[in-house]
């Protein structure tokens, strides 16, 4: 009892809320009219936009999500006259699927020979990673989708200009998978992992295993299992994870092989012998996750955004946004359609505010980007703010559990099981010293991680 007590009280140390958690009254968002009169000349050349995401394989169900979110607000901000009111946005877009080296020349392909003025999109950890310094060399300022990986900001890029990234922090999507477990779970003892085999499964594991080491000390790791990135073969990996007997699940797997991963495992009768636990399982087009998914598992969407939460009564912005979204694409968004919808209309705003500053005109690169710093707006997931110090958007982690409604026909999170968190309780504060500054933890949060007591201590 005294341990459960003090994993209670730690957890209200963080600021944890379970549950109909009130986000309070929310501008709409999408308002495409500019805010202000535009002031002095404006051109009425289009905006080019370059926009890459995974648009084949088994990641297309997560990756072009990203596309319709930004294509959407490109049009709303069309029909209202185009940014300050005159120029129309125009997007050229690319696949990310076929890895780095691929996504680095459509990047370089598109500044150079097709003359874009701004960059979004990218999904996946290891593009990020490559895609990242490459933008700061062509001094091409991008919004990018994801930008989640902690190495991208902190070593890679520790100095951002014309970068930004519009999702949380991957570390604290694998504390808050721990930080979950421990408040649903906390009896578990035996954890078996599954995760995809390149720098986002890898990446989640390492601060998982930091935060599940504080949280649930008692516990321990009986299996590990390394999937190649893109398979959806999984009868392997599942034998060998039952043989070892785990308490519960943890993936994070994404897209395609999630959905192949976990109907596979319905037929080994997995989740009738350990509990499920994913940090971006439900991060996929609603509708791929099927009825028979496992209820009470825990639905990560990589700590963004899950489109029913908050609830229309509670967000003026995110009932505005799903309508929106269902409305153009037949479908519901997911956080990576959320986040490209959100990091354009930050573009938009600081573009107006840079006008407004600078007296009129077209602002230049560096106008817009002082105003991206530190800039704020009320988004369908909540308020999101641009750290100035690292030029990641932060918001509130949300994560919660699978049921089955009435009102839809696949899955969907649990209302009266969701977990909000604020994201600085979750991450390293952004002064923390990086990698090689002072320490050599792999990131800044496993070493603030390093701070904390253990449950129970």
Not at 255 to 263: D, L
Not at 352 to 361: S, W
Request: hydrophobic residues 40%; contains cysteine; proline residues 7%.
């Amino acid at each position: 009892m005294a341990n459960d007590l003090d994993r209670r009280d730690f957890l209200a140390g963080l600021g944890v809320t379970l549950g109909g958690a009130a986000l309070g009254e929310l501008a709409v968002v999408g308002d495409a009219a500019a805010q202000d009169t535009p002031r002095g000349r404006i051109p009425e050349t289009p905006v080019k936009f370059g926009h890459i995401t995974i648009q084949s394989g088994p990641g297309a169900i997560l990756g072009l999500p990203s596309l319709k979110g930004h294509t959407l607000a490109a049009e709303e901000i069309n029909a209202a006259g185009g940014l300050l009111g005159r120029r129309k946005l125009e997007t050229i877009t690319a696949d990310e699927a076929a890895g780095p080296e691929a996504t680095v020349k459509e990047v370089k392909r598109m500044k150079l020979s097709e003359k874009i003025d701004y960059f979004s999109g990218v999904i996946a950890a290891h593009n990020q990673l490559a895609v990242g310094p490459v933008v700061e060399e062509l001094k091409l300022l991008t919004i990018m989708t994801e930008g989640c990986i902690d190495r991208l900001f902190e070593v890679e890029v520790p100095n951002p200009h014309y970068l930004f990234g519009m999702t949380n922090i991957l570390s604290a999507d694998g504390v808050t998978t721990a930080l979950a477990i421990a408040n649903a779970w906390p009896d578990v003892r035996r954890i078996a992992v599954i995760n995809p085999d390149y720098a986002f499964g890898r990446w989640f594991q390492i601060h998982f295993d930091a935060a599940r080491e504080k949280l649930l000390p008692a516990s321990e790791i009986v299996s590990e299992v390394w999937a190649p990135l893109g398979t959806t073969e999984f009868n392997s990996h599942i034998t060998k994870t039952l043989a070892a007997k785990p308490d519960i699940i943890v993936t994070s797997m994404w897209g395609g092989m999630y959905v192949a991963f976990y109907k596979q495992a319905l037929r080994h009768g997995m989740f009738g012998k350990a509990r499920l636990a994913g940090n971006i399982n439900f991060g996929v087009v609603p509708q791929a996750i099927g009825k028979d998914h496992p209820e009470g598992a825990l639905a990560g969407v990589h700590s963004n955004y899950h489109f029913t939460y908050a609830p229309p009564g509670a967000s003026a912005a995110n009932k505005r946004f799903v309508d929106a979204y269902q409305k153009r694409w037949n479908e519901y968004p997911s956080y990576a359609a959320e986040a490209a919808y959100t990091g354009l209309y930050l573009f938009k705003n600081a573009v107006e505010k840079a006008n407004k500053q600078a007296g009129g005109g077209w602002p230049e690169d560096d106008a817009i980007i002082r105003q991206l710093e530190g800039l704020s707006i009320e988004a369908p997931a909540g308020v999101v703010t641009i750290r100035k110090e690292d030029h990641r958007a932060f918001k509130d982690v949300k994560v919660g559990f699978s049921k089955n409604l009435p009102d839809y026909p696949f899955p969907v999170w649990d209302p009266e099981r969701i977990m909000t968190i604020p994201v600085g309780q979750m991450t390293a504060p952004p002064t923390w010293p990086k990698p090689g500054k002072g320490h050599n933890d792999p990131s800044a949060t496993v070493n603030w991680i390093k701070t904390w007591k253990k449950a129970g201590a």
